[in-house]
């Protein structure tokens, strides 16, 4: 028992011994140095490697923006919404533009849902029946049977209105091409070409969500001066232009100290044509619009 006891005070002094040794004047300068080399590696990747990347690839941030990779829900089954939770709702195509399919939903509204038809014309007769129409366009990443879409989708189903709800090219089970913001806007036109011409005088309201609300504001001000706009324009948690919007974001705040990363990262806009210049697109918005903040508890209307 005592030569046990014997031996584990050796290894106890045995390791204070070695902890002392690496605690010397030398081990501390080294690792002092140890210490600010990592710091200097990691200033330098952040403050130097990241802006130059962005500069000379200026497609990572045109990736970041749009996140076409973030195909959320993994296993959604476009074809069959009712397993999104959406009963009375028809999934169908509607081209863009040669070759472009934008897969699309059409949710009917409250008083429809008890319809035993299921037909494409009955769907498109009834856009035509006076009730309000919503035209959705979601923000990045996901399609449109995420979650949080599905949620507003059956609270605006409740308001007894249609929604039509749409995926972008490259977004969920829409032709897979490269998105550009010129074809974001093209295909939101898109549909809503292929809305006007089937509603009749119903009135149509369009919606945008975050990046949906650059592509929404830029749409609906080109309808308003071809003077075939919408009835009136809902903005949620809108921003001002994509410029602001990468330079302020809370992710790029690491950023903020470097002197060249607004150019560098303004350059990588520019040079993908990403502008998304909402500031300048309500001028010329003849419609009322409606500015939803969620979480900021504030609701503004422009008439």
Not at 236 to 257: D, G, I
Request: proline share 6%.
């Amino acid at each position: 028992m005592h030569s046990r006891i014997e031996q584990s005070q050796s290894l106890l002094e045995t390791k204070e011994t070695r902890m002392h040794l690496s605690l010397s004047p030398r081990g501390r300068r080294r690792l002092i140095q140890f210490g600010f080399r990592s710091v200097v590696v990691v200033l330098t990747v952040l403050y130097g490697v990241v802006p130059l990347g962005i500069y000379v690839f200026p497609g990572i941030l045109k990736t970041l923006i749009f996140l076409t990779f973030v195909n959320k829900p993994i296993m959604a089954n476009y074809s069959d919404p009712q397993s999104s939770g959406l009963p009375a709702t028809r999934n169908f195509y509607i081209e863009s533009e040669p070759e472009v399919l934008l897969g699309t939903w059409h949710i009917l509204p409250k008083s429809l849902m008890d319809t035993k038809d299921t037909s494409p014309s009955f769907y498109e007769s009834s856009l035509r029946g006076g009730h309000p129409i919503i035209l959705y366009m979601h923000g990045n990443s996901g399609s449109r049977a995420g979650y949080h879409r599905v949620e507003l989708y059956q609270v605006l189903r409740d308001l007894d209105v249609h929604v039509i709800a749409f995926d972008y090219r490259g977004y969920g089970d829409s032709s897979p091409v490269s998105v550009t913001e010129d074809a974001l806007v093209h295909d939101g036109r898109s549909v809503f070409s292929w809305l006007k011409e089937r509603s009749g005088n119903s009135p149509i309201f369009v919606w945008g969500h975050s990046l949906g609300t650059g592509v929404s504001s830029r749409a609906v001000s080109e309808l308003c001066q071809e003077g075939n706009p919408p009835v009136g324009l809902v903005l949620e948690a809108p921003f001002n232009n994509m410029q602001e919007e990468v330079v302020m974001h809370p992710l790029s705040r690491v950023f903020r100290l470097v002197p060249w990363y607004r150019w560098a990262a303004v350059s990588a806009l520019k040079r993908n044509k990403i502008l998304f210049e909402s500031d300048k697109h309500v001028s010329g918005v003849t419609i009322p619009i409606v500015i939803l903040q969620i979480g900021r508890a504030s609701c503004r209307e422009r008439v």
